[in-house]
């Protein structure tokens, strides 16, 4: 009976059940079907950023070929001809846009100098010299009088804490008067010497330095006056400092002609050519050699090819399609890409409207049959030489005039390739002043040397160097210096010409427009300009680009907005009225190129837009995450809740179950005794 007992008792169990029920492990597989949509968003983010990624590597491709196009697309780059020195120690060249092929025998006989001049010996730094003004001013000194050059006297001030020799030394160079001090130890118990230095070269430029010394002298040798320096009087009496190095032009004989400069850099000797000056070569001349040199512009075409071919690469690995493995790229089949690759061809396979080359394969550039580009240089070489202002408008955006006095100075994105015909209604013309009568050659301090300028609008009043002036010539001269010196117009750039004809003086604004003026007042101005003097307002360029009025600003033409010439600047210098022929714009294959890559790459471009709305999608797609992961975390708490709940069930369960079945066993157990 025992062992019958014992056979039927698991009957009434349940292994397994309650604590032994595996609640963790069932909540985490049914977490694992909950939880198939996140895999999905996943999968949509990965590619997402991987879209991302791929327009980065298109957009640095991208921006590699317009730095290619940077130098293409300029109409400077372009410049055929290259020059050469047989002795390059002596003198180095560079050419321009009008430089002709040709040979030079160049002898430099004199460099230009900037003029040096020193005082008298100090004993130490802080030696007071004294007080009051120092005005400067460049001009020519022929031996006997001194001219000023019109460039504009700068006068700085002398305080009480600056008149030791290094106070002076640093109000002058703080001033930037065009003229820099330094101080020179030349090793003797009174060693110190202040020496002034232009900064500019050339005859021209020599130096006048006048003192308003405040012990009431202004020409001894006593006071700031020790450092007044006028080379037209004597020593001791306005001429206290010594000059150490002579203002000097440099001299050069070129094909056997004298030609004198003021500086080393001589811009417009040979046209075209810049020479700048080293040393001296007396009787050995050196060969200036102008040539055609087509290298700078094979190496601009050579990156730019190499740059596109690299961009085709690239686009390939984005877009290609595995046909073997039956797998896409990254952008395979994306609209942006299709329409930057549709338009790059677009534009390559195009043809100019005009010119003697309308087409890159003229010019030695063609397409491969895989889509990428080659460069024929032997063909692009000879096209240079052949048409060099062809191969130009061939890459470059260039602007050209027919008209010797008419340049186009800029354009517009919205500038439309084309002819247009310039038509002059008015020439531009700059404001002036000119004086009713000859003016006043004497001028004295505190009674007449006081004028009051407006120029374009902007005042000013200027103090004239009193005396007696030799001619209306060295007048102007001293008026047009005072008045360019003067720092209320310095700093904006404002200046004027002061000239005279029959003694009577004009001052004219050096702007021409609308906006230019001049007017006076002030004790010198009746002496000056008479008392009734003629006020000439200046007035705008006026005129048509093809047959539509332009804005006028100045000397310069504008084409109007919403016009095909809009943006277009063409400057006209002078000439007649009515038609002054035509002007070309035309946009080569490098500006183009460059203008779509940068509204490609722009910050709201085709990239930049799509690759926004793909951060907004992965943004998007987070937050669909997150609230996901925060539901599932809740429908975890849920499952868990009620496991549990069942597990605590069955565990009451088969605990009721072993007493009943313990119960059971006893009956069984009283019943057999």
Do not use: W
């Amino acid at each position: 009976m025992a062992t019958t007992t014992s056979s039927t008792s698991p009957t009434l169990s349940s292994p397994g059940v309650g604590s032994g029920l595996d609640v963790a492990g069932i909540v985490s597989k049914l977490m694992t079907v909950e939880k198939r949509p996140l895999t999905l968003m996943d999968a949509q983010i990965s590619a997402s950023q991987a879209k991302v990624s791929a327009y980065g590597t298109l957009k640095s491709a991208l921006a590699t070929l317009q730095g290619s196009l940077a130098g293409l697309g300029k109409a400077t780059s372009f410049r055929a001809l290259a020059a050469t020195v047989s002795d390059p120690a002596m003198m180095t060249a560079t050419v321009g846009d009008n430089a002709v092929a040709g040979s030079y025998a160049v002898e430099v006989t004199g460099l230009a100098q900037a003029q040096k001049l020193a005082t008298a010996g100090f004993a130490s730094l802080t030696d007071v010299v004294g007080t009051g003004t120092l005005t400067f001013d460049l001009g020519t000194f022929d031996g006997v009088g001194f001219t000023a050059n019109g460039k504009g006297a700068r006068t700085v001030t002398i305080a009480a804490g600056q008149n030791s020799l290094a106070g002076i030394r640093d109000a002058v160079n703080a001033a930037n008067l065009g003229v820099t001090a330094t101080i020179v130890n030349d090793g003797n118990a009174n060693g110190n010497h202040l020496v002034f230095t232009v900064t500019t070269t050339g005859a021209a430029n020599s130096l006048r330095i006048t003192a308003g010394d405040a012990d009431g002298n202004a020409t001894d040798s006593a006071g700031l006056s020790q450092l007044a320096f006028d080379p037209a009087t004597t020593a001791g009496n306005g001429r206290n400092l010594e000059q150490k190095v002579a203002a000097k032009d440099a001299t050069l004989v070129i094909d056997g002609i004298t030609v004198h400069r003021s500086t080393n850099t001589v811009t417009d000797a040979i046209q075209g050519v810049t020479l700048n000056l080293l040393h001296t070569n007396v009787d050995t001349p050196a060969t200036v050699s102008i040539a055609a040199n087509t290298k700078s512009v094979s190496t601009l075409v050579e990156s730019f090819v190499t740059a596109y071919n690299q961009l085709q690469t690239t686009l390939g690995n984005l877009t290609k399609y595995d046909a073997a493995q039956k797998r896409a790229s990254v952008l395979t089949g994306d609209g942006t890409v299709r329409q930057i690759q549709t338009q790059l061809r677009s534009i390559l396979g195009s043809s100019l409207p005009s010119g003697a080359f309308t087409t890159l394969s003229q010019a030695g550039v063609q397409f491969k049959a895989d889509g990428t580009l080659a460069l024929d240089s032997a063909k692009l070489d000879t096209a240079l030489h052949a048409n060099p202002a062809a191969v130009t408008q061939l890459f470059a955006a260039v602007g050209t005039a027919t008209d010797a006095l008419a340049s186009v100075g800029a354009f517009g994105a919205k500038t439309v390739p084309g002819t247009y015909a310039l038509n002059v209604t008015q020439l531009a013309r700059q404001g002036s002043l000119t004086g009713s009568a000859s003016a006043g050659l004497t001028i004295t301090a505190g009674v007449n040397d006081q004028l009051d300028v407006t120029i374009d609008g902007a005042s000013t009043s200027v103090t004239l160097a009193a005396g007696t002036y030799a001619n209306a010539a060295s007048l102007a001269a001293e008026v047009q210096g005072k008045i360019n010196g003067a720092s209320a117009y310095a700093s904006t750039g404002t200046s004027v010409s002061v000239t005279q004809s029959g003694g009577a003086l004009t001052i004219a604004s050096n702007r021409y427009g609308s906006v230019a003026a001049v007017a006076v007042a002030g004790n010198a101005a009746a002496a000056l300009m008479g008392a009734a003097p003629v006020a000439t307002v200046g007035i705008d360029v006026a005129g048509t680009i093809g047959g539509i009025a332009a804005l006028g600003s100045g000397q310069a033409l504008v084409g109007s907005s919403g016009t095909p010439s809009e943006g277009l600047r063409i400057v006209v210098s002078g000439g007649a009225l009515g038609d002054r022929g035509s002007v070309t714009f035309g946009q080569g294959f490098a500006y183009r190129l460059d203008r779509l890559v940068a509204q490609a790459t722009a910050g709201d471009g085709a990239i930049a837009t799509r690759t926004t709305g793909l951060q907004k999608t992965i943004a998007d797609v987070q937050k669909r995450e997150d609230a996901f992961n925060r539901r599932m975390t809740q429908l975890e708490a849920n499952y868990l809740r009620q496991f549990n709940a069942l597990d605590t069930l069955l565990s009451s369960l088969s605990a009721q179950s072993t007493a009943l079945a313990q119960q059971l066993d006893t009956l069984k157990k009283n019943s057999s005794t």
